[in-house]
């Protein structure tokens, strides 16, 4: 994820999901924590699939602050990986700071890190 989504045209001719294919690389999906997140997800994972790109997981992102109850009820984590197939690799808090260290460690903790450099 990067220029705005696997369907987000590079050219008139190619998406990023064009050029994830075709460069071999691993991608992984980031998610934003938000009313219409599961949809999202399967929709994303769906065209991954058909364009062939190599989907090692899923990054939900809170781009603003959300208690735990909704990022439960919004992303769902059991739900999205079992609709899509898709490992959950962690949530990333909103971070008003995203300077602080000891927040930054936090969120380091709630990761797969070990996953994401595999693929890196």
């Given amino acids: ?10 050219t008139r001719e190619l998406t990023v999901a064009d050029l ?3 460069w071999h690389l691993p991608a ?18 769906a ?3 058909q364009s062939g790109v190599q989907l090692q997981g899923i ?9 735990d109850s909704e990022i439960a009820d919004w992303t769902p984590i059991d739900l999205i990986q079992s609709l899509t197939n898709v490992p ?5 808090p909103y971070l008003a700071d995203p300077t602080d260290l000891s927040k930054l460690a936090g969120v ?3 990761l797969d890190i070990e996953r994401l450099i595999k693929f890196s």
Avoid: K, M, Y
Avoid at 2 to 10: A, F, H, T
Avoid at 59 to 67: A, E, G, H, I, K
Avoid at 88 to 92: F, H, Q, R, S
């Fill in 1 to 10: 994820e990067g220029l705005g989504g696997l369907g987000s045209p590079v």
């Fill in 20 to 22: 994830a294919r075709d």
């Fill in 28 to 45: 992984v999906l980031v998610v934003p924590v938000q009313l219409g997140a599961i949809a999202q997800a399967v929709a994303n994972v």
């Fill in 47 to 49: 065209l991954a699939r």
């Fill in 59 to 67: 990054v939900l992102n809170c781009t603003q602050p959300r208690s």
């Fill in 88 to 92: 959950i690799l962690g949530v990333l």
């Fill in 108 to 110: 380091a903790s709630d």
